[in-house]
């Protein structure tokens, strides 16, 4: 996993499409309802759903609206039954491309990806294509600028802790764990006092794809209309790209 430090310059930009609140709220409730519809609606025996929800938390999501996911998924509300699927690709220049979506209408979502794919120089691919070059992995972003902890002395809390690797930044800690010990590595680390401005079980690229200003302009373009669509749950690739080419292009 050498070098997936690179992930951070695509996980920033994210942050832009995710301003968008009404469809940041409306994907985390369909991640809740499917965590809870799976696993129950008790977060203490339901890891997945206690991870959905701190996600929702940590994105300002109101009380109100993670309740009524839980409610409708456990059978205390009428709602409507989504199902679960992901689809693979490669975007421009050979990017691999995972796509995770939500849905109540299958044949619908996957014209609605395969539509974005071609349209942006990409094309979608049977599964298994690219998913091998992932690895699924708890991610947590600790801000410099919020400790006075030094890389020391954060690796020593980050290994206490349970984490299985920590990259160093100018700006930030990334820390790694294994997706299992996810909760408890966050749990312990915000016993300690530390605030995360990401934190989140997703997919590292093992290996990534560079791409000059024409590609990655080309790229973004997939990842916001994959975004975009009330579907598309998460949007995971491997696209290396120049911060100063992110820059200009955002």
């Known amino acids: 996993m050498a070098g997936h430090s690179k992930w951070s310059n695509i996980k920033h930009r994210k942050g832009a499409q995710d301003a968008k609140r009404g469809k940041l709220f409306m994907k985390l409730a369909r991640e809740i309802f499917m965590a809870a519809k799976q696993g129950g609606g008790d977060q203490e025996t339901n890891p997945a759903l206690r991870i959905a929800v701190d996600k929702a938390r940590s994105n300002n999501m109101p009380k109100d609206n993670i309740d009524r996911a839980i409610k409708k998924a456990t059978g205390d509300l009428d709602g409507v039954n989504y199902e679960e699927y992901t689809y693979e690709g490669y975007g421009p220049g050979g990017v691999a491309v995972m796509v995770k979506v939500l849905t109540d209408n299958k044949n619908r979502t996957a014209a609605d990806v395969r539509h974005a794919f071609n349209k942006n120089d990409g094309n979608l691919g049977e599964n298994g294509c690219v998913s091998f070059m992932f690895n699924r992995s708890g991610y947590l972003v600790i801000d410099r600028e919020t400790t006075e902890a030094d890389e020391e002395e954060m690796m020593l809390e980050v290994i206490e802790a349970g984490a299985e690797e920590m990259e160093t930044t100018e700006e930030q800690f990334e820390i ?75």
Request: charged share 30%; hydrophobic share 35%.
């Open 176 to 250: 790694y764990t294994n997706p299992e010990s996810f909760s408890d590595v966050k749990q312990a680390l915000e016993s300690s006092g530390y605030a995360f401005t990401t934190s989140e079980v997703t997919m590292i690229p093992e290996t990534y794809t560079e791409l000059g200003e024409e590609g990655v302009e080309k790229m973004l373009k997939l990842i916001d209309m994959l975004e975009d669509n009330d579907d598309v749950q998460e949007v995971y690739h491997n696209l290396d790209a120049d911060e100063a080419i992110l820059e200009k292009l955002s």
